[in-house]
């Protein structure tokens, strides 16, 4: 996965989320450091433009060869790019004047978004995908439409064990028969890794929440002094393995088909894995509200979603996606059916309850 949707969580926790967030005159009232006009993307015929809210880099890339390009050329809306911040963008929709029609999310700040009305009820009639697609009900809400997901779960060196493979959480924590540092995830990077430490202490994955904080931080505690660094950003789990500074760490799973090719000795466990969703949904206040609901049928294709996962370690939610990859492609994608039980989607009204209070404590535990 690039780094989206999830930097300066820390922030966003500890200041209570995007509410405090919008409040904060800094951050309110610095603009959106891009405009309609200096946008990026592909321009459409007799001026029609639908402007969509992504996080760009290399997914942004993606995005645009799998997604806006082919749009444009069926449609002849263009499609310009937003780089931008919650914060900001929250703000100016709250005033009324958002810059954006389409936001690409994750499902969990757009909860945030309805909490601050900022979002506009979808009308699922107006796109025809959601049936062909078989995107999962359970990733089709009022205000946002699931279409892909990021995994969280175990990268270790092959070289490290003697041959031995982890295969689980417990795994992961014993540093006995699994020798060596390990790196995990700080709330710079993503939600603290308290499901992680659970299921290596026994609890079974349909057991999880809500999650017992207290026996958490327990098992966290125990391994504490191996941790050798608690990661930000999506780079740093390979830059920590290609160093041989850690011989196991969390990872986003879309990273390690590129350790891979660089030619480092590692591989992921997917069993314990955590899925978090991405999703659309449509300003309030939207200026192109047409436009933005013809993207987000394109977008919610199936071949799209498969044209993505081409382009990028994407997992589509559309299950239709998965047959119109290679078996190889398919395989490689942590979304793929073979593998899908091997995982348990975030709880995301939990952590949205919760996060605030869990990252406060975090931050007192991991200073010691």
């Known amino acids: 996965m690039s780094d989206p949707q999830i930097g300066r969580r820390a922030l966003l926790r500890g200041a ?13 009232a610095c603009g959106t450091g891009t405009s309609r006009s200096a946008s990026t993307g592909t321009g459409g015929k007799g001026g029609k433009t639908v402007v969509v809210r992504d996080s760009g880099g290399s997914y ?4 645009q060869k799998a997604i806006y390009t082919p749009f444009t050329q069926e449609t002849g809306i263009g499609v310009k790019v937003l780089n931008l911040d919650d914060a900001p963008l929250l703000a100016q929709i709250k005033q009324g004047r958002p810059q954006c029609d389409l936001i690409n999310n994750s499902m969990m700040s757009h909860l945030k978004y309805v909490k601050q009305g900022a979002l506009e009820t979808l009308d699922p009639g107006r796109l025809k995908s959601l049936k062909s697609a078989k995107v999962p009900e359970n990733q089709i809400t009022e205000h946002a439409i699931g279409h892909s997901f990021y995994g969280q779960c175990i990268a270790y060196r092959t070289d490290a064990f003697d041959g031995r493979k982890p295969e689980s959480w417990a795994d992961f924590w014993d540093t006995k028969a699994f020798k060596g540092g390990r790196a995990m995830v700080s709330p710079d990077g993503d939600l603290p890794e308290l499901e992680f430490a659970l299921l290596a202490d026994g609890v079974p994955m349909d057991k999880l929440y809500p999650l017992d904080v207290d026996r958490a ?5 125990r391994l504490r002094g191996d941790i050798k660094k608690f ?14 500074e850690v011989t196991m760490s969390t990872v986003w799973d879309g990273r390690i088909a590129d350790l891979q090719k660089q030619g480092v000795p590692v591989e992921r466990q997917l069993n314990g894995m955590r899925r978090q969703f991405s999703g659309y949904a449509i300003a309030k206040g939207a200026a192109n509200v047409d436009g933005a609901y013809q993207l987000m049928d394109f ?3 199936a071949e799209s979603q498969a ?3 081409k382009a990028f370690p994407s997992n589509p939610s559309s299950p239709v996606a998965y047959a119109k990859l290679t078996e190889d492609e398919r395989n490689a994608l942590a979304g793929a059916p073979k593998y899908y039980d091997e995982g348990f989607d975030a709880d995301i009204d939990w952590w949205l309850k919760n996060e605030s209070a869990v990252t406060k404590r975090w931050l007192e535990w991991a200073r010691g």
Not at 60 to 63: D, E, T, V
Not at 217 to 221: A, M, N
Request: charge should be positive; proline fraction near 7%; hydrophobic fraction near 60%.
């Open 16 to 28: 209570g989320g995007l509410a405090a967030l919008a409040a904060l005159p800094s951050l309110a």
């Open 60 to 63: 942004g890339a993606a995005l």
């Open 217 to 221: 931080f327990k098992v966290l505690t």
């Open 231 to 244: 990661w930000d950003s999506g780079p740093l789990p390979g830059v920590l393995l290609s160093r041989q």
């Open 299 to 301: 977008a919610l294709r």
């Open 307 to 309: 044209a993505l996962a």
